[in-house]
């Protein structure tokens, strides 16, 4: 199963945008990207997901590219309280057991 | 809606003692999960459940079981705790035929084993 790489922390100023890059370069077909995100000591929360075309929802955008062997979560207007660490996590539909989430991108907001 | 709840929030136990982590879902989710998050290591799967009546191993399940005896509840036992146990623990579900992947969790249990 596709593994994903992330850096591990990346700032932003806020009230800019927020670009979230993630590689997952041996995803297969049936594979979906979903990104997740962890307030510090919460649980983590599901953000979007998307499996070949670009997704939008209320909280971010899913860009991914058109290999699928990369993708970018944008935050379009970062605030203090998207500070957080972001996960990227491929999975098949039916991997129970794939649902493994790497170290994140400890995004940090400035003001 | 309460989506997952998890208890203790927190419980410092002794080495060699028996715990039971509870997790309960009020979203009728077919596949449930535990993973424990140790610092600079990230979420690991311990064990998971695609439906009431199985169960399956993830990445650490070694010292760990759990059951699922109905839709609602998964449980997770340390039949007899480790200081390297010691961890935040979080139980989650999801619907994996309508929506794969996307999980809901709780807010984690807080075990410290001495």
């Known amino acids: 199963d596709a593994k994903t790489t992330q850096p591990p922390s990346m700032d932003c100023a806020e009230g800019r945008a927020a670009n979230l890059p993630c590689n997952h370069s041996?995803?297969?077909?049936?594979?979906?990207v979903y990104w997740y995100r962890q307030i510090h000591s919460q649980g983590p929360q599901y953000i979007i997901h998307g499996l070949k075309n670009n997704e939008t929802n209320e909280m971010a955008s899913l860009i991914i590219t058109e290999d699928r062997k990369s993708s970018t979560l944008i935050l379009p207007h970062a605030t203090l309280r998207d500070t957080a660490v972001y996960y990227c996590i491929v999975s098949r539909k039916t991997s129970y057991d794939k649902v493994i989430f790497g170290p994140g991108t400890s995004l940090s907001v400035i003001p | 809606i309460a989506g997952i709840t998890q208890a203790p929030t927190s419980q410092i136990l002794a080495a060699g003692r028996r715990m039971t982590l509870r997790c309960t879902q009020d979203?009728?989710?077919?596949?449930m999960y535990w993973y424990r998050q140790d610092l600079g290591l990230g979420l690991r799967l311990i064990h998971y459940?695609?439906?009431?009546?199985?169960?399956g191993k993830g990445e650490v399940p070694d010292g760990y079981s759990v059951s699922r005896a109905n839709t609602d509840d998964f449980p997770l036992t340390l039949a007899s705790a480790v200081p390297s146990q010691t961890s935040v623990y979080f139980c989650?579900?999801?619907?994996?035929?309508?929506?794969?992947?996307?999980?809901?969790f709780g807010e984690g249990s807080r075990l410290t084993v001495l």
């Open positions: 459940s695609n439906t009431a009546g199985t169960t």
């Open positions: 989650a579900s999801s619907d994996s035929d309508a929506k794969p992947g996307e999980l809901f």
């Open positions: 041996t995803i297969s077909g049936n594979e979906y």
């Open positions: 979203m009728r989710h077919n596949a």
